[in-house]
């Protein structure tokens, strides 16, 4: 498949999960190749009267620039206590809708966004769907910049092959101004018991592992578009 066959099965997943929104709701806005699309096709159904008094939640700066840039109406914490729906992408979904994510560096926003959602929809192409989580993408670990040599070692410990994440030769910071550890465990046997040792450990600020957050997941492929409910395990 080309890149641009790809980028089309995206615009696809993130039109479709647009379309879930209603009038009135707030909407958390992932960051991402895949949310970005959302993030259109909502301006899109604003400016042609499908929906009317929407306010968003923005993961990233990136995406609070692309949403001020589309006019869609911004709202922060300090205004809201809750989000009905949040949209976003995902580089790695397991069958229980386990997720790897951070790819695009907003791990910790996307995080803290998706946790006050209620609902929790991702959004990718038939890429992104694997067996068992660290079987195709790496997991990001965002840490403080003091001692990150040290949160790299404790990761190495663990079982990654850990690699600091550069953008143009440079320390790749994200938007709290952090760096991130991209960590290769391979196929994880126990996320949730690896989740709780990162979680342990003084700073690693957040990590990728989305574990029994979302509430579906729509899919884009060749023959179809699909959506996934969690299964037990």
């Known amino acids: 498949m080309t890149a641009t066959d790809r980028a089309a099965l995206k615009q696809q997943a993130g039109a479709f999960a ?23 096709r909502i301006a899109q159904r604003l400016r ?13 700066r990136a995406t609070e620039a692309a949403a001020s840039e589309l006019r869609i109406p911004l709202v922060s914490f300090a205004d809201t206590q809750r989000i009905d729906m949040t949209i976003d992408g ?14 695009g560096g907003a791990l ?21 769907l694997s067996s068992r989580l660290g079987s195709r993408f ?19 410990a663990l079982g990654a092959k850990v690699s600091l994440r550069l953008d143009d030769s440079q320390r790749y910071r994200t938007d709290q101004g952090n760096f991130i ?15 709780l040792k990162m979680e342990a450990r003084a700073g690693i600020v957040e990590h990728g592992l989305f574990l029994g957050m979302a509430q579906q997941v729509v899919v884009a492929s060749p023959a179809d578009i699909r959506t996934l409910p969690a299964t037990s395990k």
């Not at 910790?108 to 992104?128: G, T, W």
């Open 108 to 128: 910790l926003r996307e995080k803290i966004v998706a946790q006050s959602s209620d609902r929790f929809v991702i959004v990718v192409d038939d890429s992104k």
């Open 18 to 40: 647009a379309d879930l929104v209603q009038s009135g709701m707030i909407v958390g806005l992932g960051t991402g190749s895949t949310a970005i699309h959302a993030t259109r």
């Open 181 to 195: 550890l991209d960590c290769d465990f391979g196929p994880i046997a126990d996320v949730a018991a690896l989740a």
């Open 90 to 103: 995902a580089d790695e979904v397991d069958p229980g809708l386990n997720l790897i994510k951070g790819g």
């Open 138 to 156: 790496a997991v990001p670990v965002e840490v403080v910049e003091f001692g990150w040599q040290a949160q790299a070692r404790y990761l190495e």
């Open 48 to 60: 042609n009267g499908e929906l009317r008094n929407i306010r968003a939640m923005p993961t990233s």
